[in-house]
């Protein structure tokens, strides 16, 4: 034993020293972390900053040109006669449109694929279809619409009118109300269609009376957003040529549907786009009017899952 | 009750219309059968439209000049259509953009996973999600008008029109999607490794280096490739703040135009259809849709191949 404890002293001591590095090393690893805790947080917090600047920004160019005015008159070549009107009106019937398209069919896709065909090679085909789907810009959509609704179905649609415009629009969004449908509906517990068929009922009939209902507002909350991100495309109605200057409001008829159309993020475009600032104050004050309609519908797609959410 | 003994006659009980429901259960099927495929028949569309007028804008113009000249001028009398010059602010802008999103998204991630108290956490998501729902185009009218003459101040030669200050903006825009995508593969990373690793004697920030980044890289690079294919696409933003300009080049500080600006460009004129510029939109458009479906599929492959698993 005795080679042991003679080697024991030098051990002793350069454990010392290696003890006095680890702990030195340890206060300077430990300040790392503080620095690099920090910088993380700065990350989120400028990300943020940036969004307030922003709304401070568009809020103090956009608000003195808020009044009635502003809402009730047609765009004009003159700042202080033009308005938001048609925008106004074509922004509601685009979203009114798009969601009579997107619910039943998105809805419809997504109990098919969720409760009728689930893993099955379609369903999984269909997934990865709409995975893809997603990725592509939505110019590309515009393009699209471009072929198929303006030129293709023109006799339908009449070119380029509000109805090609909600229709490529809703082929963006489709996407995302199926995906909603189907996280919606796989939420639901499969005892109660258990239950249903044992009681004798098709699988229809169950869907429609228990599942459906029960799945119904995280549904709808993805519908809302949906909508929030259709009314903020500008890119793909560009490209369909919805025009930036329309002096009237289409029809409340089926003719309507076929009429020229604008939309606020266009009107928005064409007002930034122009040289003077006084058009800038009117972009500002259109996406105000178009911010306030996101957070509102944001608002209620956040209430919807918050009520309803078990 | 002696009489109610007997079995009650089949004719006289209640029947379920079993042939109405057989039916109805049939046509639902057929017809959201028939909206499922719509997904289906917009991908098939995409590609058939674009294909069509890709086709004849080859037959007047050559792949091999499409691929090779230097210059974008489409509406000069000798017209040369070289996509490099579309490809190369198109590349400049999204760059930019990833240098800001990268970071910010990354760091971001890290801090609402790791640091951020639950409390916290369910505010900042919600706050973030606000930056990712802004439409473009009032990004956009930030760039123009509020981040050109911001940086202005510091670079004099800067131009009204820009790749920089639209490529920041762009940036800021795609943040929340990698700060999203990325928080999510960070937050799937089991906390046995962390406290595995916290055992071993490593500080919290050596923890998220050494252990929690490697094990959720599949996620966190597929985030970074699908915010590439949003930059690429990237339309409003562009338009408005980098400028018109068709230039071969990566000088951040001049107008350039990027494949989308030009669509934007023809759109908004009044091309007649079947004339080259409006097909050229479409070689354009194929050229950007086969550019993110490439950066799709590798995402899409990235996740499969390098994906960790935890029982």
Known sequence: MTPLSSQATPLDTGWDIEQKEVLNALGRRQGIDRWFSWLALLAVVFSLFVLVVLLVDVLIDGVPVLNWNFFTSFPSRRPAEAGIISALVGTIWVMVLVALFTFPIGVGAGIFLEEFVPDSWLARAIEINISNLAGVPSIIYGLLGLQVFVRILFPITQGRSVLSGALTLALLVLPIVIIATRESLRSIPSSLRQAGFALGATRWQVVRSHVFPLALPGILTGVILALSRAIGETAPLITIGALTYIPFLPDLSLRGLQSPFTVLPIQIYNWVSRPQADFHALAAGAIIVLMVILLLMNATAIYLRNRFQK | ?311
């Open chain 2, 1 to 311: 009750m002696t009489t109610n003994s007997l079995p009650p006659d089949p004719n006289n009980l209640w029947q379920p219309s079993r042939g109405l429901n057989k039916w109805v259960e049939r046509a639902v099927i057929w017809l959201f059968g028939l909206f499922a495929i719509i997904s289906v028949a917009t991908t098939v569309g995409i590609v058939l439209s674009l294909l069509f007028e890709t086709i004849e804008f080859f037959q007047v113009v050559s792949l091999w000049n499409f691929l090779t000249d230097r210059q974008w001028t489409p509406l000069f009398s000798n017209p040369q259509y070289g996509i490099l010059v579309l490809l190369s602010a198109t590349f400049l802008t999204s760059l930019i953009a990833l240098l800001v999103a990268v970071p910010l998204g990354l760091l971001s991630a890290i801090y609402l996973s790791e640091y951020a108290s639950p409390k916290l956490r369910k505010w900042l998501k919600p706050a973030l999600e606000i930056l990712a729902g802004v439409p473009t185009v009032v990004y956009g009218y930030f760039a123009l008008l509020l981040v050109t003459p911001f940086l202005q101040l510091f670079i004099p030669q800067l131009g009204g029109f820009n790749a920089l200050s639209a490529g920041i903006v762009m940036g800021i825009a795609i943040t929340p999607l990698i700060a999203s995508l990325s928080e999510d593969a960070i937050y799937a990373v089991p906390s046995a490794l962390r406290d595995g690793s916290y055992a071993l004697g490593l500080t919290k920030r050596e923890t998220i280096f050494g252990v929690v980044l490697p094990a959720a890289l599949s996620g966190i690079v597929a985030s970074i490739i699908l915010a590439v294919s949003r930059a690429v696409g990237e339309t409003m933003i562009v338009a408005l703040a980098a400028g018109l300009n068709p230039r071969l080049g990566l000088n951040p500080f001049v107008p350039v135009m990027t494949m989308t600006a030009y669509i934007v460009q023809v759109s908004l004129g009044d091309t007649p259809a079947g004339s080259i510029a409006f097909q050229s939109i479409f070689a354009v458009g194929m050229t950007l849709f086969l550019l993110t479906l490439i950066f799709n599929i590798i995402s899409f492959w990235f996740v499969r191949k390098f994906r960790e698993t935890y029982e």
